[in-house]
């Protein structure tokens, strides 16, 4: 079955780069029928979808506008994974992070990484 | 982007129980609404897409509806393993978007 293994520290510094990797088991990144999702979930903010990227004969990225001049997702095909980079945190970025499939609902996600801003 | 507004917030139930979960969308999201299901420390788990649609493996006491901007989560006789929190989300615009959560208690 489809399975998301994610990575990456649960510590990053304010002004620092969050960088979290999901691993693919049992689909591939390259599907044309899926997207690959990141998703981040805090008390403050509740459920808040990031961003996406998918193939479609090309590589396309979605994000959403309240951190589009800060994120970074991309596919790495050689490992049949993808990535999450979200530049200048504040603790505000403090959450769990989910990486998911799609392309709508989201049918199979991570376990989930907390991630702490904080010098 | 489109709101999801969940009503109530939270709701105590008793096993066995028939309930229902309403989710409002700020505009119109056609059929385009999924259900899912948290339990705390874990990653929500989908229950049914395209607002009707049971995911597989979803129990059928578990059912939606709706369209348009007003949808339902039903859940016709409550199990214990039911009591978790339940989001509704859209997924009609560029920016799928959450509702807020229900949270469902043992009364």
């Known amino acids: 079955q489809v399975q998301l293994q994610q990575s990456g520290p649960g510590l990053v510094k304010p002004s620092q780069t969050l960088s979290l990797t999901c691993a693919i088991s049992?689909?591939?990144?390259?599907?044309?029928?899926?997207?690959w999702n990141w998703i981040r979930q805090s008390p403050s903010r509740g459920l808040e979808w990031l961003g996406r990227?998918?193939?479609?004969?090309?590589?396309?990225?979605d994000y959403v506008v309240s951190v589009k001049s800060r994120i970074t997702i991309n596919p790495d095909t050689s490992k049949n994974q993808f990535s999450l980079q979200l530049n200048s945190v504040t603790p505000e970025d403090t959450a769990v992070y989910y990486c998911?499939?799609?392309?709508?609902?989201?049918?199979?996600w991570g376990q989930g990484t907390m991630v702490t801003v904080s010098s | 982007d489109i709101q999801m507004t969940q009503s109530p917030s939270t709701l105590s139930a008793s096993v066995g129980d028939r309930v229902t979960i309403t989710c409002r969308a700020s505009?119109?999201?056609?059929?385009?609404l999924a259900w899912y299901q948290q339990k705390p420390g874990k990653a929500p788990n989908l229950l049914i897409y395209?607002?009707?649609t049971l995911e597989s493996g979803v129990p059928s006491r578990f059912s939606g509806s709706g369209s348009g901007t007003e949808f339902t989560l039903t859940i016709s006789s409550l199990q214990p393993d039911d009591f978790a929190t339940y989001y509704c989300?859209?997924?009609?615009?560029?920016?799928?978007?959450f509702g807020q959560g229900t949270k469902l208690e043992i009364k």
């Open positions: 505009q119109s999201v056609s059929g385009w």
């Open positions: 998911a499939r799609g392309p709508h609902a989201f049918d199979i």
């Open positions: 989300q859209q997924y009609n615009g560029y920016s799928p978007t």
């Open positions: 990227t998918y193939y479609r004969s090309r590589w396309y990225n």
């Open positions: 049992g689909d591939s990144v390259s599907s044309n029928s899926a997207a």
């Open positions: 395209e607002a009707s």
